[in-house]
Structure formats: C-alpha cells, structure tokens
C-alpha cells in the first residue's frame, strides 16, 4: 500500500515533466520529438507538481483538508517560472492581499469562476488519503478545487479524478469495471456524458483512433476535456509506462493529462512500475523526487495513524 501512495505522488510528477516539454504540441508535433523512444527530456515539473507538492503538505500538517493553510502553501510554493494559468495566478493573488480563501475564486471568470483542471491536476493527495471514504473525498476534492476553482465543473473533475485514484488504490475491481462505479459517483451529467463515451470506446472491436478519443474525450484545459482523457489512457494501457506515453502522445494540455494519467496508473500499479530511467530524469533539490516520495511515505503514515485509532 506505501508504494502505492508514493507512486500516485511521484507518477503524477513523471507525468507532469514527461508532457511538459511538448505542452500546446498536435500529435503529429510530440510523435516527432519523442519519436519510439520516449526519454525523459528535461525532467522539469510545471505547476502542476508544485500545486500537488501542496495539496499533500498541507494534509500532513493538518491530518486532514485546512483550506486557509492549503491556499498559504499554494502562494509559498509559488513560482512564476512553473507556468501557472491566468485563473490560478489571479485567485492566489487576491488570497494574498488579504481575501479570504472562499471567496477569491468565485469572483473570476465574470463570477463564474474557472472550470479549468488546475484542481483535478494536483489532487492526487487527496485521492490516495481518502481513498477509502468517498463521502470525505468528495467534500475535500470539492475544498481543495475551490481554492483556485470555484466552478461546478472544475470542482466535478476534481473529484471525479481523485475518485479514479481511489478506486486504482483499491484495486478491487477490474480496470474496465472502474467506468460503472465513476459513473455513478459523478453528479453532473458532462462527466456521466464523457464515461459513457469511454464505455463505446471498449465495446469497439476495432483499435480506436487517437483522433476520435481527441474528438470526443478532449485533449484540452477544461476539466471535462482532460480528466476523462486520462481516465481512458489509464483503463486502455497495461502498464504505467503505456499509460503515460498514450496520454501524451495525444498532445494538447500534454503536461496536466499526463500528470492526471500517472497519478492513477501509479496508484493502481505502485511506484516499482514506475520506469526507473523517467524517476531518475526527474528534478531533485528541495522539494524534488526525493521530497515528493517523502511526502507521500508521510500520507501514508498519517492514514494508518487515523485508520488504527478509529479501530478499523
């Protein structure tokens, strides 16, 4: 199970610096600069890793969701040079003058607030701390969005890829079995939409085309135009490394889909089936690979704490 929370953490940033070379790239552009090999170029995380690194050090300090201490740790973490989005900048600005952590957000967008998936991005923590009590999960992956993104929709996702991490954790049902149980934990019917989408695309007999799944799935920013994304990638690979490569090599938001993708893939398979060479490229320093295996080894920790005091 500890490998299992590490892997979520450290895949997720494989993920993230794997696709982060080639973000905004077409297919055909990322075929031609990874080609058959896929070598980790850089090993540089984006925001993406950064929000998440976050996200797990605030549940640590806390044991659980502290929605003013999660917001300081975003704005202490923050660096310009991670490649943060528009939305995320200006709600992170706003908390730092002074507003308050729920209201920030909700006054973006014209007061729609953002449905981008810079929450779904950097849950990982939160899926593998609450992996095994979905009514927590949701209420925190809801929490957590809100920070940055206050609209239903970036919220949904959210929760719907933490959820994905959940049910990879567990490991109790078969990976195509997964699409019931997330169909019937999303509430807003884009999502139920999209799964249904990822159901055709098994029942095919035929391999399906990586244009159609960009049709119909999305290789976008949207949170609904990414989480299903990743979530077919994981269901359609059999293993970490295939995953991760076929959620990028779709192009678009490569970074975040390939961030959301390793997250599940190294909840479901653990840290080992992590390809070493990617782990080894990826950054170090401060709060590098080291640090982020730290963090989730802490998690992990901390939920066995939790689950033995409540006698479970």
């Given at each position: 199970?500890?490998?299992?929370?590490?892997?979520?953490?450290?895949?997720?940033?494989?993920?993230?610096?794997?696709?982060?070379?080639?973000?905004?790239?077409?297919?055909?552009?990322?075929?031609?600069?990874?080609?058959?090999?896929?070598?980790?170029?850089?090993?540089?995380?984006?925001?993406?890793?950064?929000?998440?690194?976050?996200?797990?050090?605030?549940?640590?300090?806390?044991?659980?969701?502290?929605?003013?201490?999660?917001?300081?740790?975003?704005?202490?973490?923050?660096?310009?040079?991670?490649?943060?989005?528009?939305?995320?900048?200006?709600?992170?600005?706003?908390?730092?003058?002074?507003?308050?952590?729920?209201?920030?957000?909700?006054?973006?967008?014209?007061?729609?607030?953002?449905?981008?998936?810079?929450?779904?991005?950097?849950?990982?923590?939160?899926?593998?701390?609450?992996?095994?009590?979905?009514?927590?999960?949701?209420?925190?992956?809801?929490?957590?969005?809100?920070?940055?993104?206050?609209?239903?929709?970036?919220?949904?996702?959210?929760?719907?890829?933490?959820?994905?991490?959940?049910?990879?954790?567990?490991?109790?049902?078969?990976?195509?079995?997964?699409?019931?149980?997330?169909?019937?934990?999303?509430?807003?019917?884009?999502?139920?939409?999209?799964?249904?989408?990822?159901?055709?695309?098994?029942?095919?007999?035929?391999?399906?085309?990586?244009?159609?799944?960009?049709?119909?799935?999305?290789?976008?920013?949207?949170?609904?135009?990414?989480?299903?994304?990743?979530?077919?990638?994981?269901?359609?690979?059999?293993?970490?490394?295939?995953?991760?490569?076929?959620?990028?090599?779709?192009?678009?938001?490569?970074?975040?889909?390939?961030?959301m993708t390793g997250a599940i893939s190294g909840a479901y398979y653990g840290e080992e089936a992590i390809p070493k060479e990617w782990v080894e490229r990826l950054e170090g320093?401060?709060?590098?690979?080291?640090?982020?295996?730290?963090?989730?080894?802490?998690?992990?920790?901390?939920?066995?704490?939790?689950?033995?005091?409540?006698?479970?």
């Amino acid at each position: 199970m500890k490998s299992k929370f590490t892997g979520a953490l450290i895949g997720s940033a494989v993920g993230d610096a794997l696709g982060a070379p080639v973000e905004g790239y077409s297919m055909k552009k990322v075929s031609s600069v990874y080609g058959k090999d896929w070598k980790m170029i850089s090993g540089r995380y984006t925001d993406d890793t950064e929000m998440m690194i976050g996200v797990a050090e605030s549940l640590i300090e806390n044991k659980g969701f502290n929605g003013e201490d999660m917001a300081t740790r975003f704005i202490e973490n923050y660096n310009p040079k991670r490649g943060y989005g528009p939305g995320s900048k200006e709600a992170l600005r706003r908390i730092s003058e002074g507003e308050s952590w729920k209201e920030a957000s909700k006054k973006l967008f014209g007061g729609m607030g953002s449905y981008g998936n810079g929450a779904a991005m950097r849950i990982a923590p939160v899926g593998i701390f609450y992996y095994d009590d979905i009514d927590r999960l949701r209420e925190t992956a809801y929490k957590s969005s809100h920070i940055t993104h206050s609209h239903e929709l970036g919220k949904e996702g959210a929760a719907l890829q933490a959820f994905s991490i959940a049910l990879a954790m567990q490991g109790r049902v078969k990976k195509e079995g997964m699409l019931l149980e997330l169909k019937e934990f999303v509430e807003n019917e884009v999502y139920k939409e999209k799964i249904r989408k990822i159901e055709m695309f098994f029942e095919k007999v035929a391999e399906v085309d990586k244009k159609e799944v960009i049709s119909e799935l999305g290789s976008g920013e949207e949170a609904f135009n990414s989480v299903p994304t990743a979530i077919y990638s994981f269901i359609r690979a059999d293993s970490f490394k295939d995953a991760v490569v076929y959620a990028v090599s779709l192009g678009g938001d490569t970074d975040t889909i390939g961030a959301m993708t390793g997250a599940i893939s190294g909840a479901y398979y653990g840290e080992e089936a992590i390809p070493k060479e990617w782990v080894e490229r990826l950054e170090g320093g401060k709060k590098g690979k080291r640090y982020i295996r730290w963090l989730g080894e802490e998690l992990y920790h901390i939920k066995l704490q939790l689950m033995q005091r409540d006698g479970w």
